[in-house]
């Protein structure tokens, strides 16, 4: 598709549940990559792939977070044992090929609710 | 370390005045820049972006901006705000070179409102 997809829109767990959320890049964009929106205005990069391989990981909790893309599968990530600081508004964001995988594309975002 | 400033918390102005909104980055290389919009509960849509070449660039909206890299500065202007502006600007860095594939450094936004 044009614009990329991020599913649930708005996702509550109770701390200690697991937090799963899809995200389908542009048709034809080669990157995938995941924000966390803390506190309204703080962006905050936690994963990129280049197709289905892990390009950069730097910013993921590694000990409960975890990300996917798999071929024709909507990309994931997914969070165990939720705590309540994880509550925040994931971005999916996916770019083209080339120009140093810029610009980024965003999805709307699901909102993470930890209870 | 890489920054981004917005020193602009919030702004507010009236429909149909121009409109500045500043960006300062702090990088030791070349950058790639990029404005993004954010309505309430959306996603961020970019406005534009600056690779290299004529510093002055034109975005959607009517937007444009210019890099100064003397000044460390990309600033956001509009010459007549539309009511359906009204919402948060993202300015945000990235290291042109090395391996920062989509790494982008956000600045804290700027909230803008506009008066009828």
């Known amino acids: 598709g044009e614009e990329v997809a991020q599913t649930p829109k708005h996702l509550v767990r109770g701390e200690g549940q697991k937090a799963k959320l899809y995200c389908a890049p542009i048709k034809g964009h080669s990157y995938v990559f995941w924000y966390q929106q803390v506190l309204k205005n703080e962006f905050k990069f936690l994963i990129s792939f280049q197709n289905e391989n892990v390009f950069d990981e730097t910013g993921m909790p590694k000990e409960r977070f975890s990300a996917k893309c798999l071929p024709n599968s909507p990309c994931s990530l997914e969070i165990q044992a939720t705590k309540l600081e994880d509550s925040a508004v994931y971005f999916c964001?996916?770019?083209?090929?080339?120009?140093?995988?810029?610009?980024?594309?965003f999805g709307n975002g699901t909102r993470l609710t930890v209870t | 370390a890489q920054s981004v400033t917005q020193p602009d918390i919030h702004i507010t102005v009236s429909e149909g005045a121009s409109l500045e909104l500043r960006c300062n980055y702090s990088y030791g290389a070349t950058p790639y820049l990029f404005w993004y919009v954010q309505s309430p509960g959306q996603g961020l849509q970019l406005l534009l972006k600056?690779?290299?070449?004529?510093?002055l660039v034109q975005g959607i909206k009517g937007f444009e901006a210019e890099f100064k890299r003397s000044q460390s500065s990309f600033n956001l202007r509009k010459p007549s705000v539309h009511w359906s502006d009204a919402a948060e600007y993202f300015c945000a860095v990235v290291n042109a070179g090395g391996t920062s594939y989509g790494k982008l450094t956000f600045g804290q936004g700027t909230i803008l409102t506009v008066h009828p």
């Open positions: 600056y690779f290299s070449g004529d510093t």
């Open positions: 964001a996916s770019s083209p090929p080339g120009q140093g995988a810029f610009p980024l594309h």
